[in-house]
T-cell receptor, first 112, second 116 residues
């Protein structure tokens, strides 16, 4: 089967750093993406890792270790607006376009 | 309007009724997807389409039908709605499936469907 595991909830304070982990078990693996979803809104793309290592985009960074089937999203200098759900998603299928398998999401609460 | 749109945004229907949710994108993206989102289940793929007239089942296709006669439209039909199909439905699209299109999907605003 195909599965992605991520914590259901994370709480942090404004200005802090938080890491959201994602482990995956999939039949194929071609990359790990992260999406953000605010309450009542649509998911939006945050970052992508196709190779091992760290990708940085402003306050957000994402890491991948293919040998460990593990990745994480790192959010720095947390702001109240970062309160949202964060989904990891695996591109598990070659030549099937953007077909992704999503994790169940981590709800991040940022406290003042 | 440019982008990806869904209609209706909210729908209440009765058990046994047929319901069609519409999805329209203006980017001419090859790939389109339908997901349902329920509390505690994240996003589950219902159906996807690689191009006009090419569709395939996702993780939870039972009770749903799709068609794609034009690249820009991808309607989802619930043939006989059941209470278990009460959910938020998201349509998404992505480019050709190479490069950025292989991992970045653009989501519509969603349709909140309630089946009574």
């Amino acid at each position: 089967g195909q599965s992605l595991e991520q914590p259901s909830e994370v709480t942090a304070v404004e200005g802090a750093i938080v890491q959201i982990n994602c482990t995956y078990q999939t039949s194929g693996f071609y990359g790990l993406s992260w999406y953000q979803q605010h309450d009542g809104g649509a998911p939006t793309f945050l970052s992508y890792n196709g190779l091992d290592g760290l990708e940085e985009t402003g306050r957000f960074s994402s890491f991948l270790s293919r040998s460990d089937s593990y990745g994480y999203l790192l959010l720095q200098e947390l702001q109240m607006k970062d309160s949202a759900s964060y989904f990891c998603a695996v591109r598990a299928f070659y030549n099937q376009g953007g077909k992704l398998i999503f994790g169940q999401g981590t709800e991040l609460s940022v406290k003042p | 309007d440019a982008g990806i749109t869904q209609s209706p945004r909210y729908k209440i229907t009765e058990t046994g009724r047929q319901v069609t949710l519409m999805c329209h994108q203006t980017w001419s993206h090859s790939y389109m997807f339908w997901y349902r989102q329920d509390l505690g289940h994240g996003l589950r793929l219902i159906y996807y389409s690689a191009a006009a007239d090419i569709t395939d089942k996702g993780e939870v296709p039972d009770g749903y039908v799709v068609s794609r006669s034009k690249t820009e439209n991808f309607p989802l039909t619930l043939e006989s709605a059941t209470r278990s199909q009460t959910s938020v439905y998201f349509c998404a699209s992505s480019d050709t499936g190479t490069g950025r299109g292989a991992y970045e999907q653009y989501f519509g605003p969603g349709t909140r469907l309630t089946v009574t």
